[in-house]
């Protein structure tokens, strides 16, 4: 039997309207009993439908006076909206499995793909609760929580691998991150953003000032590197006197990105600031039109999120980094590989998806923000922090890395930075970036362990 056409238009009208709760009312026609039956009867199915959640007052179960009703429902329907604000957090269901995997003492490449799979979503709740809890602390506060929480679960990671003394993996994971985000995630950006836009342009300045930086940090690898080849005598001198350089540095490094924090959020905002003005007012058509964005996680709720996140991450981390060893002799991939590609992936998920996002709606300076910016942190705050935690622990984490590695870093900073020197951006520039990315994840993958875990990772005598 065929539909009647005002039936099948109200269908099609409450499939795209009913999850607001309402259906609108059909114009009046020659046909108009048989709408308003059917008008009716949808409405009548709505209401009932919502009239399940709300109780006998009409409010929402949530929004109840009653305190024993209000906060059961009220957990669950945050819990419901925190999950509900990224697909990727459907892969969360891997977070049980590959806990259950690692306690269970399953194969390795089990322990490894489940938890490898489960840190994705987990990486995406900690930068929500972050950008959450950041919101309501202000300026200043919220830039420093994003600076700390901005690359959590590489530094978990990382500082899970430091105490199984896998310096090889840390190392590796702290260029790969590096890599990562000035090539694979800033080329995604300029190449998804240059087939919607011709041309894009960004704050010429504030990039000027990250790039600087990150040259900066590029010097603070080769030095270690050419010095440890120019040293002659024993090895085991050599290995000492780039440990006392690689402390001295870190110090160095951590002070200079305090004082590009001062200079971000006080002495010089104003650059900052007119970067975010000009956003605000790209988008101010867009924002008239759309409701303000509603906070979905209260200031406590935030926290306790971010702890038990960052609890999980670090529980998977370490049933990842165990696996790692079984991983290398069963499928022969170096762990350079696994640390500087693979390990990557998983922290700077989230912040590839928000970085190409903003791109794609023409805000770069945002996007060059993410990108730059987390390569940034992972320069200057994260790999001088774990120098000097290994230093602590009695680890020889220094930032003497291998030669070609720090070759490959210097080049694709210097890509980098005279991409986005002229403040602006085109599809082929994006091009660019992604096939330099591909060209050094395929040397990578041939390029063969050097250091095995007691060259430059037996604890210090």
């Not at 003394?165 to 995604?188: K, P, T, Y």
């Not at 603070?220 to 690689?246: E, F, Q, R």
């Amino acid at each position: 039997m065929t539909d009647h056409p005002a039936a099948s238009s109200l269908r099609r009208n409450f499939k795209r309207h009913a999850s607001a709760g309402k259906v609108p009312k059909m114009p009046p026609s020659e046909n108009g009993g048989v709408r308003e039956s059917i008008d009716e009867h949808i409405n009548e199915h709505t209401r009932l439908l919502h009239r399940a959640f709300e109780n006998a007052d009409g409010k929402p179960y949530y929004e109840d006076d009653r305190t024993w009703v209000r906060w059961p429902a009220n957990t669950g329907y945050v819990t419901y909206r925190t999950l509900a604000s990224n697909p990727v957090n459907v892969l969360l269901v891997f977070v049980p499995l590959g806990i259950l995997a690692g306690a269970l003492g399953w194969k390795a490449t089990a322990v490894f793909v489940l938890n490898f799979l489960a840190i994705v979503p987990l990486a995406s709740l900690l930068s929500f609760a972050t950008e959450e809890l950041s919101a309501t602390l202000g300026q200043t506060l919220g830039g420093l929580m994003n600076a700390t929480f901005g690359n959590a679960v590489e530094l978990i990671v990382s500082i899970v691998a430091l105490k199984n003394n896998e310096i090889r993996i840390v190392q590796a994971s702290m260029l790969g991150s590096v890599l990562s985000n000035i090539l694979l995630v800033l080329g995604c950006c300029f190449l998804v953003g240059g087939i919607r836009f011709k041309e894009q342009s960004f704050n010429e300045t504030v990039a000027s000032t990250m790039s600087s930086l990150m040259a900066v940090s590029t010097a603070s690898l080769i030095i270690p590197a050419t010095l440890y080849a120019a040293m002659g005598g024993p090895k085991d001198d050599k290995d000492d006197n780039i440990l006392i350089l690689s402390h001295g540095t870190a110090v160095i490094l951590l002070i200079l990105y305090g004082l590009y924090l001062f200079f971000q959020l006080k002495t010089h905002a104003h650059l900052f600031d007119e970067q975010r003005d000009a956003e605000e007012g790209a988008g101010e058509l867009e924002s008239e039109r759309e409701p303000e964005e509603e906070r979905i996680l209260s200031p406590w709720a935030a926290g306790v999120a971010l702890v038990v996140v960052t609890i999980l991450v670090a529980v998977c981390a370490e049933y990842l980094v165990d696996s790692i060893d079984s991983i290398v002799e069963t499928t022969h991939i170096s762990r350079t590989f696994i640390g500087l590609i693979l390990l990557p992936i998983v922290g700077n998920a989230a912040e590839h998806v928000t970085a190409v996002v903003v791109a794609s709606k023409d805000k770069m300076d945002l996007a060059i923000g993410v990108a730059i910016g987390s390569s940034m942190q992972i320069a200057l705050l994260v790999t001088p922090f774990l120098v000097i935690l290994g230093w602590i622990m009695n680890r020889q984490m220094t930032l003497h890395f291998e030669i070609f590695e720090t070759v490959v870093f210097f080049l694709a900073v210097l890509v980098t930075n005279y991409l986005i020197s002229d403040g602006k951006s085109n599809y082929l520039e994006g091009a660019m970036l992604v096939g330099m990315y591909i060209i050094i994840a395929l040397a990578f993958f041939v390029y063969p362990d050097t250091s095995g875990p007691g060259s430059m990772g037996a604890p210090l005598s």
